[in-house]
């Protein structure tokens, strides 16, 4: 097997193992905050803080990563995500948990986008869609079996036990990673990663940046508060750990196909669909009253979803065989993370004033006036179909 197999292999099973962790943490932490007195806003922190953390360190990484190397790195980050395992574990209050999110954050920031960089490294020219699409289908099994493997585990055992469930499988994928995982051959080494004085005046990267930044604003609300929306129906919490483990699991079956798209189709054309179908999920949430209306909508959302991810990925590639895979990969991630950070504020202002169904309704509405603003400079810029 030559190395870029292997790397992608090799990443490929660890992604899906740490990513079953990760998932088992987005979808109690919510939950778990309100069991230690959380407020609205105090949530909102909690989910806003790993995302702002990972949005500060991403772009230093990434440039390190470019120039010293990407194993070493990541490793870094997979060993934090064991030890932070038991920080969920011995909070005992609200800003204990969101102390340990920090550092949560923090970790996640030399994991993620070191991990596309690798597997950007290895994907051929005019293959990024079908690369990146695929490799995306990792995080999404993780997401999908970590949700309704943490349900099971709270409602059997107890939530600190599923805590220390993502320690093992952080742990796990720790090894795996270091006994078999080669150093990237394609590494810049001559220092010229991107700045953030090129990102603006490159108006490809500023639209397809906008775009995520505002998808992730509304996205962030689902692992936030659609289970907090699904207790207030009284649905248990397996339906709800099943309603994001097939969400999150959609999207990952879709990513591969979507992603073959992409690398033929016009890429405005499906990140504005992909936005306006998310949108329309989102709004309908609210007038769920069962568990298969819930997860109807929260369907709906995951296509919409799905359409976009593997399009912005492959044209992060793109641009990063020029300014640093890393460097692009982590300026990606930065505005990926900024918006995880901004919703769930958002959201947890509107759900401490307007109250909770209207969490889903303003950020459908921010969304989809988000997307109406970016349009006319995604006329104006190149067709993205490369």
């Given at each position: 097997?030559?190395?870029?197999?292997?790397?992608?292999?090799?990443?490929?099973?660890?992604?899906?193992?740490?990513?079953?962790?990760?998932?088992?943490?987005?979808?109690?932490?919510?939950?778990?905050?309100?069991?230690?007195?959380?407020?609205?806003?105090?949530?909102?922190?909690?989910?806003?803080?790993?995302?702002?953390?990972?949005?500060?360190?991403?772009?230093?990484?990434?440039?390190?990563?470019?120039?010293?190397?990407?194993?070493?790195?990541?490793?870094?980050?997979?060993?934090?995500?064991?030890?932070?395992?038991?920080?969920?574990?011995?909070?005992?209050?609200?800003?204990?948990?969101?102390?340990?999110?920090?550092?949560?954050?923090?970790?996640?920031?030399?994991?993620?986008?070191?991990?596309?960089?690798?597997?950007?490294?290895?994907?051929?020219?005019?293959?990024?869609?079908?690369?990146?699409?695929?490799?995306?289908?990792?995080?999404?099994?993780?997401?999908?079996?970590?949700?309704?493997?943490?349900?099971?585990?709270?409602?059997?055992?107890?939530?600190?036990?599923?805590?220390?469930?993502?320690?093992?499988?952080?742990?796990?994928?720790?090894?795996?990673?270091?006994?078999m995982l080669p150093e990237s051959e394609n590494i810049k080494k001559d220092?010229?990663?991107?700045?953030?004085?090129?990102?603006?005046?490159?108006?490809?990267?500023?639209?397809?940046?906008?775009?995520?930044?505002?998808?992730?604003?509304?996205?962030?609300?689902?692992?936030?508060?659609?289970?907090?929306?699904?207790?207030?129906?009284?649905?248990?919490?397996?339906?709800?750990?099943?309603?994001?483990?097939?969400?999150?699991?959609?999207?990952?079956?879709?990513?591969?196909?979507?992603?073959?798209?992409?690398?033929?189709?016009?890429?405005i054309n499906m990140l504005i669909i992909g936005g306006i179908i998310a949108s329309a999920g989102l709004m309908g949430i609210p007038f769920?009253?069962?568990?298969?209306?819930?997860?109807?909508?929260?369907?709906?959302?995951?296509?919409?979803?799905?359409?976009?991810?593997?399009?912005?990925?492959?044209?992060?590639?793109?641009?990063?065989?020029?300014?640093?895979?890393?460097?692009?990969?982590?300026?990606?991630?930065?505005?990926?993370?900024?918006?995880?950070?901004?919703?769930?504020?958002?959201?947890?202002?509107?759900?401490?004033?307007?109250?909770?169904?209207?969490?889903?309704?303003?950020?459908?509405?921010?969304?989809?006036?988000?997307?109406?603003?970016?349009?006319?400079?995604?006329?104006?810029?190149?067709?993205?179909?490369?």
């Open positions: 097997m030559d190395n870029s197999k292997k790397i992608f292999y090799v990443l490929f099973i660890a992604s899906i193992v740490t990513n079953i962790g990760s998932g088992m943490i987005a979808s109690l932490l919510g939950m778990y905050s309100k069991t230690l007195g959380a407020t609205g806003l105090q949530l909102g922190i909690i989910y806003s803080g790993i995302s702002f953390s990972r949005a500060i360190l991403s772009p230093p990484i990434g440039k390190l990563s470019d120039e010293k190397g990407r194993k070493a790195f990541l490793i870094f980050g997979l060993l934090a995500y064991t030890l932070i395992s038991f920080g969920y574990i011995y909070a005992k209050t609200a800003w204990g948990l969101i102390i340990v999110g920090l550092l949560h954050g923090a970790a996640a920031a030399f994991v993620l986008p070191i991990a596309f960089a690798y597997i950007g490294d290895i994907t051929p020219i005019g293959k990024e869609g079908e690369y990146l699409g695929t490799f995306g289908i990792s995080l999404f099994i993780g997401w999908a079996i970590g949700p309704i493997l943490g349900g099971v585990i709270a409602d059997v055992l107890g939530y600190k036990e599923a805590f220390l469930g993502m320690g093992i499988l952080s742990f796990a994928s720790l090894v795996i990673t270091f006994f220092g010229n990663s991107i700045s953030y004085k090129s990102i603006l005046k490159d108006r490809l990267l500023v639209v397809v940046l906008s775009v995520r930044f505002l998808h992730l604003i509304t996205i962030s609300s689902i692992v936030t508060f659609v289970p907090i929306f699904a207790l207030s129906i009284n649905l248990s919490l397996s339906q709800i750990g099943t309603i994001l483990m097939l969400n999150i699991l959609v999207m990952g079956l879709l990513q591969q196909p979507f992603g073959k798209l992409a690398d033929r189709a016009n890429r769920s009253t069962n568990f298969l209306q819930l997860l109807f909508w929260n369907m709906v959302m995951a296509i919409g979803s799905a359409l976009s991810f593997p399009t912005t990925n492959a044209i992060m590639t793109v641009k990063g065989r020029t300014t640093g895979m890393a460097s692009v990969m982590a300026v990606f991630n930065f505005a990926m993370s900024a918006g995880m950070a901004l919703g769930p504020l958002i959201a947890g202002v509107i759900y401490d004033e307007m109250g909770l169904s209207w969490v889903f309704v303003v950020l459908s509405v921010i969304s989809t006036l988000g997307l109406l603003l970016v349009y006319p400079f995604m006329r104006k810029t190149p067709d993205l179909s490369f």
